[in-house]
């Protein structure tokens, strides 16, 4: 079992830029799928992006394309998503999953493993 710990959260304008990581507690770090999700008060967790274990491709949701990206580190167990152009909208709790299986992933029902998540806020 892999344990992930996200950090990077906090305050920032509108139009700022944030980067978040997330570590993972094991080697294995290479083998998983690595997804970043984020939960608004009163709303469902939602996709954000996800990159695949051997770096060859990665996905993002409609919302932050353009604006995000991901990427990892297999030597450091970790996972990045810098987080550009900033929105109000953004405002969420971000958390970072693992996933062992082949294919990337859009549904948080496919990722295992899940950190504690992290406050990311955006002030207008």
């Known amino acids: 079992q892999v344990h992930l710990v996200e950090s990077g959260g906090g305050l920032v304008q509108a139009g700022g830029s944030l980067r978040l990581s997330c570590t993972a507690s094991e080697g294995t770090f290479s083998r998983y799928n690595m997804g970043w999700f984020r939960q608004a008060p009163g709303k469902e967790r939602e996709f954000v992006a996800a990159?695949?274990?051997?770096?060859?491709?990665?996905a993002f949701a409609d919302s932050v394309k353009g604006r995000f990206t991901i990427s990892r580190d297999n030597a450091k167990n970790t996972a990045s998503l810098q987080m550009n152009s900033l929105k109000p909208e953004d405002t969420a709790v971000y958390y970072c999953?693992?996933?062992?299986?082949?294919?990337?992933?859009?549904?948080?029902?496919?990722?295992?493993?899940w950190g504690q998540g992290t406050q990311v806020t955006v002030s207008s």
């Open positions: 999953a693992g996933d062992r299986s082949a294919f990337l992933h859009r549904d948080r029902s496919s990722y295992e493993y």
């Open positions: 990159i695949h274990r051997s770096y060859e491709n990665s």
